[in-house]
Every structure is written in structure tokens, then in C-alpha cells.
């Protein structure tokens, strides 16, 4: 289990070294770390953002690398409108600014693959971001544990990440990509167009060799209690359920 | 360092910038943060159980426990993810007045909350005394509803909202200081969020 120390995990300047829009709403922003850190899978950076005057504003960012990708982190930003950082990183930020940032953080989120599996993932909208570090982590290190990701998504093109994830999809080697769009018809045969349920749940388990050892859910709380009622509802353990939340 | 380009934006209100401890933002909302489901909880099936170590003093079912006296307690809250709410209202039953009940001085210098869930987190008897802290019963005048802790949470309002364990069953006294869930995985022993302490390590 990680400890996220401050020892460890001091403020450090991480230069953006690329930026890559996902999709209309979602930016990802690349951070090479002066001070290098090695993240597990799930944990979250903190950003501090501060103005001449010495207002500072501080938000806390998934990171959708995986582990491997030693050096530069990547954080895939929403904008939202009522903000003051995301809109900050959306039309200011620009590669070569420095950012502070420290972490890794959060010790229950996150997964190893030699935690192994059967896993089930389950993301709505941003919140597949953690979740992305996690299936990229697997695939990266060859890891055997079945995993099947239930991702959750508005309208076609605000699956984030989707060409990467339906290309780690197509190799078929243990890791299964279960799409749903809340505001569009389906657009691959496997996928659906409605909000999570038990019976979405119950299907995507069922594409598991065995049943899951650890699910976790990740979104804005409405989502993820929407979520982990259909898990239980599935019959999966409340004990086995890890939740992450963000939003009101 | 200052950030290039930020703070000609939007920022929040500054005139209750005394209230607000550092690194946290004013939300008018009342964001929802678990490590796992929501347990839902009968009161018919609430108990509350007061411990020194493994041993029990006394155990309250729903309707004991809410013939305790009731408190009222308004207090600004401050999350770990950087929000502070002001002036959240709440009623319930003082930890003073659940000692008074149980007919006991605290025991020891520590206590663990527990929950029903199995959450724990570790908090000093001296923080949850003299009015500092309660077993909340209501929000807003209502039942604290699943999502927020209900039936019942600690309300321990000068500490991170952590701290303030939902879905409360139990307080411990323990003879050490005994790190609690979040405490094990990388968050401050102790959180005061004026002291900015939110990870393990922070001063």
C-alpha cells in the first residue's frame, strides 16, 4: 500500500511538454517532473496554481499515465465553465509553462498487476481517467489479469481516450471495453446506449472469466452512486467496491 | 512560483477570506466523498456502541441514542479535496453527553470512529470534548440522508471532514494514537486544515 508522504511528495515544477485535445471538452496536458516520481495506477496528483499577488487555487488531477511512462505524467483536464483552474489550463496553459504540482497521492484508489484480477472498471465521463491508468498499466506490463471496462460516456465523441481504447480492445488479451452513451445510439454492435444498470453490470461481469476480485468506480457522485448500486445489485460485494467522486 | 498567465480570471469572493484556511475554495454545494458505496442504513438496524479498547461501556440503540440531549452546532467544514462550506447546521447528540450517559471520564487520550462500513479514523479525545464535537442526527433540520452519513455521523468540525466519520457505530478509546483508513494510506494523523495538514509529513 502507497503512503503518500509530504516527505515524498514535496511541491515540486513540472514543465507542460505537450498538450492534446481528447475530445471537445477534455484536454490532456503532458508534465515532465523535475522531481521524478514512479505513481501506481488510480493515484492523483494536487496542482497549485498561483497569481502575482499570491492567491493561490488548488485542484486535484488523476493521472491517466501509467506507472511505466517514467518522468512525464499526463493529466486529462475537463473544462468546466464555473471553474477557475480548468478554464486557467483549457485557454491560458501552453507548452514550456511550469506548473507546481506534488504527489503521487491516495493509497485505496489503485491498482497493481501484481494485484492481479479479475477487475472490473467502471467510468463515467472524466472519471474513466484513473481508470485509464490502470488499463494501460496492464497492458504495458503484459499482465494476464482479466479486466473489462464499463465506460460510461455522454455522446460518441466524448469518449476520451477512445481510439487508444478500442485499439487495446480489438488485441483480445484479457482486457474487454464495454461502452455506453447516455445521449446517442450505440456504435459498435457490443455496446450500449442507456445509463448504467444492474443488468449492464451483471453482462459485463459475465465477459470475466471469474468473478471480479476488486471493482472500481470512478465519476461525479451521481454517477458513481448510480454505479455502485447496480454493482451490488449485480451481487458484487460492498467490500470489494472501491469509489472515487468528484463534483457536487 | 507564480503561474503564468493565472489570476486575472475567475476567483472566488474574498470578503470571508478569513474563514477559508489555506489551499481551500468556498463551495456552495455539498460534494459527496466515499472509498466505497453508500451503506444504507435502517435506523431499526442503527446501534451506537462506546468502547475502551475491545471492551464495550455501553451500547444505545436508534431511539435511546436520540433520547439523548440534542445540540445544535453550526460550523464551516473544510474537505481535504480543498472545499470549505460555511455554515452547515447540524443537530445531534454532544460527545460530552454520550460520556455523561455512559457515566464515564474519557479513558484514555485517543479514540478511533468506527463505522459501519468498517471506515475507521483516529481522532484525540481532547478534540472531540467540550463541545468541540458531536454525533450528528440531523442537517438542515432533517435526516442526514445515506449519501452524507446519515443516520448518523461525527461532526468534528475543526478538523478535516475526514475526520467526521459517516455511517457512525462506534467510538473507540484507544491507548495509542491509532491511525485510522485514510490515515494508513497517506493522509495526515492529525488534519487540521489551518495547519494545512493534509498528508502524512505536512508539519
Known amino acids: 500500500m502507497s503512503q503518500a508522504s509530504a516527505a515524498q511528495s514535496p511541491w515540486q515544477t513540472a514543465r507542460i511538454v505537450r498538450i492534446e485535445k481528447r475530445t471537445p471538452r477534455v484536454t490532456s496536458f503532458f508534465f515532465k517532473l523535475s522531481r521524478p516520481f514512479v505513481h501506481q495506477a488510480g493515484q492523483h496528483v494536487d496542482v497549485r496554481l498561483t497569481a502575482p499577488d499570491g492567491y493561490q487555487a488548488r485542484r486535484s488531477y488523476s493521472i491517466a499515465s501509467a506507472p511505466e511512462s517514467r518522468g512525464t505524467i499526463e493529466l486529462a483536464i475537463e473544462r468546466l465553465e464555473d471553474g477557475e483552474v480548468s478554464p486557467f489550463f483549457h485557454e491560458v496553459a501552453a507548452i514550456g509553462d511550469e506548473i507546481e504540482l506534488r504527489g503521487p497521492l491516495g493509497g485505496h484508489f489503485i491498482w497493481s498487476a501484481s494485484d492481479g484480477g479479475p477487475i472490473l472498471l467502471v467510468g463515467g465521463g472524466s472519471g474513466v481517467v484513473p481508470l485509464m491508468a490502470m488499463v494501460r498499466h496492464r497492458a504495458l506490463q503484459k499482465s494476464a489479469a482479466p479486466a473489462a471496462l464499463v465506460f460510461s460516456a455522454r455522446v460518441w465523441d466524448e469518449v476520451i481516450f477512445r481510439d487508444e481504447l478500442i485499439r487495446l480492445d480489438d488485441r483480445r488479451d484479457g482486457f474487454d471495453l464495454v461502452l455506453t452513451l447516455t445521449r446517442e445510439p450505440a456504435q459498435r454492435p457490443s455496446d450500449y446506449s442507456r445509463r448504467v444498470d444492474a443488468a449492464m453490470m451483471v453482462q459485463a461481469m459475465e465477459r470475466l472469466p471469474k468473478a471480479p476480485t476488486l471493482a472500481f468506480v470512478c465519476g461525479s457522485n451521481a454517477f458513481v452512486s448510480a454505479a455502485a448500486q447496480a454493482l451490488i445489485d449485480a451481487d458484487m460485494p460492498a467490500d470489494l467496491i472501491r469509489t472515487e467522486r468528484y463534483g457536487v | ?203
Open chain 2, 1 to 203: 512560483m507564480v503561474t503564468r498567465g493565472f489570476g486575472s480570471g475567475r476567483r472566488p469572493p474574498t470578503d470571508h477570506d478569513a474563514r477559508i484556511p489555506p489551499g481551500q475554495y468556498l463551495e456552495q454545494g455539498f460534494p459527496v466523498l466515499s472509498a466505497g458505496p453508500t451503506p444504507r442504513v435502517r435506523t431499526e438496524d442503527w446501534s451506537f456502541t462506546l468502547k475502551h479498547g475491545p471492551r464495550p461501556i455501553k451500547k444505545w440503540k436508534w431511539t435511546e441514542f436520540n433520547a439523548l440531549p440534542l445540540t445544535r452546532m453550526t460550523r464551516d467544514i473544510h474537505c481535504v479535496t480543498a472545499w470549505t462550506k460555511f455554515d452547515t447546521a447540524w443537530q445531534g447528540v454532544l460527545v460530552d453527553d454520550i460520556l455523561a450517559d455512559a457515566g464515564i471520564a474519557p479513558p484514555t487520550a485517543y479514540t478511533l470512529a468506527l463505522s459501519f462500513d468498517g471506515y475507521t479514523t483516529n481522532v484525540p479525545a481532547k478534540d472531540l470534548l467540550d463541545g468541540k464535537a458531536m454525533v450528528a442526527l440531523l442537517y438542515e433540520g432533517k435526516p442526514i440522508t445515506p449519501d452524507h452519513g446519515g443516520p448518523a455521523r461525527l461532526l468534528v468540525p475543526h478538523l478535516y471532514f475526514w475526520k467526521s466519520a459517516k455511517w457512525l457505530n462506534g467510538l473507540q478509546f484507544t491507548e495509542r494514537d491509532e491511525p485510522g483508513f485514510w490515515e494508513l494510506r497517506g493522509y495526515h494523523i492529525y488534519g487540521d486544515p489551518w495547519r494545512e495538514q493534509r498528508y502524512s509529513g505536512d508539519p
